[in-house]
């Protein structure tokens, strides 16, 4: 709103522009610029105690609409029961994504065994004290910081693998999202309306589709750079 208002000239978003954002604006003679910056993931995490760490993209949406809501539906030889839903907050990104790019217009259930806490990192902390929990979360909130690599996750959670079916079923690490093999992501845009093509808003929004250093910034903060030139190398992970 502050963007179309032109209250501010430059916003970090999870999505471009819509048609007639994009209208009003050229109408008022400005012109938009998007730039994709980076890339990560919604990622589900279960409690460390819950031996069920696969989960197909068709089920999650069922769990979305309410259609699922017990763990034994997904898997008959589960000792849970209810599947507590945990996202942040009713209007984050994260629920965005799963209304829009998920669900697809469809009505996301937000009551019941599905609940708001707040934050991302309260999210996380549900997830540790409850057996039965499916934490819904950006994937960049999940790296361990002691690993410089970024090709670890929170130890205190379990990050489920997700696939379209099983045998291609992978977690959220930076390279299944730089080769698009994990199906829940999502780009970082940087939405720049500033009439001065030498303007601070404007220089800023170069600075960080720049590969030195403005793209280095958004790997170290568990992002998967948009313009990132990698190599693949072995690791190992314990």
């Not at 989960?55 to 809501?69: H, M, P, Q, S």
């Not at 697809?104 to 599905?114: E, F, L």
């Amino acid at each position: 709103e502050k963007l179309l208002n032109q209250e501010v000239f430059l916003a970090f978003t999870t999505r471009r522009l819509t048609p007639n954002e994009e209208n009003i604006i050229r109408n008022k003679n400005y012109n938009p610029r998007t730039f994709p910056l980076a890339y990560d993931a919604v990622a589900l995490i279960v409690n460390n105690e819950n031996p069920d760490t696969l989960i197909l993209a068709d089920e999650f949406k069922k769990i979305l609409l309410g259609e699922v809501t017990t763990w034994k539906e997904i898997y008959p030889q589960s000792k849970l029961d209810t599947i507590r839903v945990a996202f942040d907050n009713p209007a984050s990104a994260t629920v965005h994504f799963c209304q829009d790019s998920i669900l697809r217009g469809q009505a996301m259930k937000t009551d019941g065994n599905i609940r708001a806490v707040l934050t991302s990192k309260q999210v996380i902390e549900y997830v540790e004290k409850h057996k039965d929990a499916l934490g819904i979360i950006g994937s960049n909130w999940l790296d361990d910081t002691r690993d410089e690599t970024n090709t670890m996750f929170n130890r205190n959670v379990t990050v489920m693998s997700v696939g379209r079916t099983p045998l291609n079923a992978v977690q959220p690490y930076q390279y299944y999202i730089a080769t698009g093999e994990y199906p829940f992501i999502r780009t970082l845009y940087a939405l720049c309306t500033d009439p001065m093509t030498s303007g601070t808003p404007r220089a800023f929004a170069n600075f960080c589709w720049l590969p030195e250093p403005g793209q280095r910034i958004f790997f170290r903060a568990g992002f998967f750079p948009a313009r990132a030139e990698y190599r693949l190398r072995d690791v190992i992970i314990r």
